[in-house]
């Protein structure tokens, strides 16, 4: 009997040890645990025909939404997506515009922007190089009646409105 209880009593203060141990260590995390928004696109929504102006570059590290340096330039809006068709959609960013190819699983939620790099990158801000590789980057889309979320580098997206604006290439 007095064995069992050295041993039990051995056994609670290594516990209490790895306990303390583990405490410590938690106190020193620098790299908390984000959880990210489950993306969810309705298999009925239908993008086609409906525009969208990015509002910002949300970053789930740092829970910030960054709105672009500009979002119009000579009156023309940046950062724009309009989906022209079920695969289709043309996108521009600071200084370049793109006719985009796209697939999304409905069932994942999953999107790939797939075909044609942006023409060139004349005059191309940092946001616009961000705002492109963001979408080259893309793995998940969310969308409802008034936002869209693009989903690239785990947690973070691109967060869009959507606009009744006529775009330049429109005209």
């Known amino acids: 009997m007095k064995i069992e209880t050295k041993l039990l009593a051995r056994a609670i203060k ?3 040890v790895v306990i303390i141990i583990i405490m410590i ?6 790299n908390p645990v984000i959880l990210c928004e489950k993306p969810f696109i309705h298999p009925t ?6 525009k969208w102006t990015l509002i910002g ?3 789930a590290s740092k829970n910030i939404l960054r709105k672009p340096e500009r979002q119009q330039i000579n009156g023309e809006y940046c950062f724009c997506i309009h989906f022209t068709s079920y695969y289709s959609a043309y996108v521009t960013s600071w200084s370049n515009y793109i006719h985009h190819q796209f697939l999304i699983d409905f069932v994942s939620s999953k999107i790939m922007f797939v075909s044609h790099p942006f023409r060139t990158e004349k005059e191309e801000s940092d946001d616009g190089r961000y705002f492109r590789e963001s979408l080259i980057n893309s793995h998940s889309i969310s969308a409802n009646d008034n936002e869209l979320k693009i989903y690239y580098a785990k947690c ?5 409105e959507k606009t009744d604006l006529t ?3 429109e005209e």
């Not at 260590?25 to 620098?30: F, K, Q, R």
């Not at 973070?156 to 869009?160: G, R």
């Open 14 to 16: 290594i516990l209490a």
């Open 25 to 30: 260590g938690a106190c020193g995390e620098t």
């Open 167 to 169: 775009f330049h290439w």
């Open 57 to 59: 570059f949300f970053d």
């Open 45 to 50: 929504y239908d993008l086609t025909g409906t």
């Open 156 to 160: 973070n997206y691109l967060l869009f």
